[in-house]
Antibody, heavy 119, light 107 residues
Framework: QVQLVQSGAEVKKPGVSVKISCKASGYIFTTYFIHWVRQAPGQGLEWVGRIDPSDSGIHYSQKFQGRVFMTRDTSTSTVYMEMRSLTSEDTAVYYC????????????WGQGTQVTVSS | EIVLTQSPGTLSLSPGEGATLSCRASQSVIRSTLAWYQQKPGQAPRLVIYGASNRATGIPDRFSGSGSGTDFTLTISRLEPDDFAVYYCQQYGASSFTFGQGTKLEI
């Protein structure tokens, strides 16, 4: 069955970077885009960006341009998201989710990774 | 960026009743890019409707989606206890994905 399994919770100080992962299984890794969506405490969902695992093509939300970097490792079917210059506003649960080739919806989601930014 | 506004913010109903959730866009949305998700506390969102009116795998036919342009609706008939959750609409346009702020469906 399709699974997106994310790395564990992170606690970081303001100004540093965090890198979290999303390991895919149960389908052909290169046939679906992987997106990152975050949810601040008690808030709604916010799109961060996406990567095309077939060619590493990137599309970031303008809000995060220059501060977020997504990469993939096809040998392990894993996508990584690094966010730099963290502030307390980045405290959130980060979800990865997959999208089939520009269908514009997310049919499977990871379990989420809590990122806490605190001094 | 296209802004999605959901109403009401909270909907209080009883099992067996019907629910109507609204999603209004700040500009016209391509129908095929409109989706609805259900989220329960401590869980990831779950796809309910895609392409404005297509049910996702495993979603019962009590759930239906409709609408076009700037106005979209998620209708849930004969509410069951498992349906009570937060529902988000989402669209893709102007090179960005955006979500509504959510409607909490509570007992």
């Amino acid at each position: 069955q399709v699974q997106l399994v994310q790395s564990g919770a992170e606690v970081k100080k303001p100004g540093v970077s965090v890198k979290i992962s999303c390991k895919a299984s149960g389908y052909i890794f290169t046939t679906y885009f992987i997106h990152w969506v975050r949810q601040a405490p008690g808030q709604g969902l916010e799109w961060v960006g996406r990567i095309d695992p077939s060619d590493s093509g990137i599309h970031y939300s303008q809000k995060f341009q220059g501060r977020v970097f997504m990469t993939r490792d096809t040998s392990t079917s894993t996508v990584y998201m690094e966010m730099r210059s963290l502030t307390s506003e980045d405290t959130a649960v980060y979800y990865c989710a997959r999208e089939l080739d520009t269908t514009c919806y997310f049919d499977n989601w990871g379990q989420g990774t809590q990122v806490t930014v605190s001094s | 960026e296209i802004v999605l506004t959901q109403s009401p913010g909270t909907l209080s109903l009883s099992p067996g009743e019907g629910a109507t959730l609204s999603c209004r866009a700040s500009q016209s949305v391509i129908r095929s890019t409109l989706a609805w998700y259900q989220q329960k506390p401590g869980q990831a969102p779950r796809l309910v409707i895609y392409g404005a009116s297509n049910r996702a795998t495993g979603i019962p036919d009590r759930f239906s989606g409709s609408g076009s342009g700037t106005d979209f609706t998620l209708t849930i008939s004969r509410l069951e206890p498992d349906d009570f959750a937060v529902y988000y609409c989402q669209q893709y346009g102007a090179s960005s994905f955006t979500f509504g702020q959510g409607t909490k469906l509570e007992i």
